[in-house]
Nanobody, 128 residues
């Protein structure tokens, strides 16, 4: 099935930046779309950003658009989330996930059910 391991979380002041990484092992990485989700205490897991397996298409939630950037390096089997102009409400556990569809060329999806492999999460805390 493979494994996804997130890193790069931590404490940052409002207005600051962080870059999350997600390293993949096991099942083929380069032919699957990848996504980032987050979950704040007491809230449901929500979509943050997604990227196609070719990196030619990206999708962002309205709450992070223009502030966050998702990218991937298939040679390194890693997907990244660059977070800029961070806000207190960005505080959450961030999860990386792999789309369940191999070599998929359709539109990216922002639902939890579209992804079937998940990392353990990394905590991001933004101080106001």
């Amino acid at each position: 099935q493979g494994q996804l391991v997130e890193s790069g979380g931590g404490l940052v002041q409002a207005g600051g930046s962080l870059r999350l990484s997600c390293a993949a092992s096991g099942r083929t990485f380069s032919s699957y779309a990848m996504g980032w989700f987050r979950q704040a205490p007491g809230k449901e897991r929500e979509f943050v950003a997604g990227i196609s397996w070719t990196a030619g298409r990206t999708l962002y939630s309205d709450s992070v658009k223009w502030r966050f950037t998702i990218s991937r390096d298939n040679a390194k089997r890693t997907v990244y989330l660059q977070m800029n102009s961070m806000k207190f409400e960005d505080t959450a556990v961030y999860y990386c996930a792999r789309d369940r569809r191999n070599l998929y060329v359709g539109p990216l999806y922002d639902t939890v059910s579209s992804y079937d492999s998940w990392g353990q999460g990394t905590q991001v805390t933004v101080s106001s």
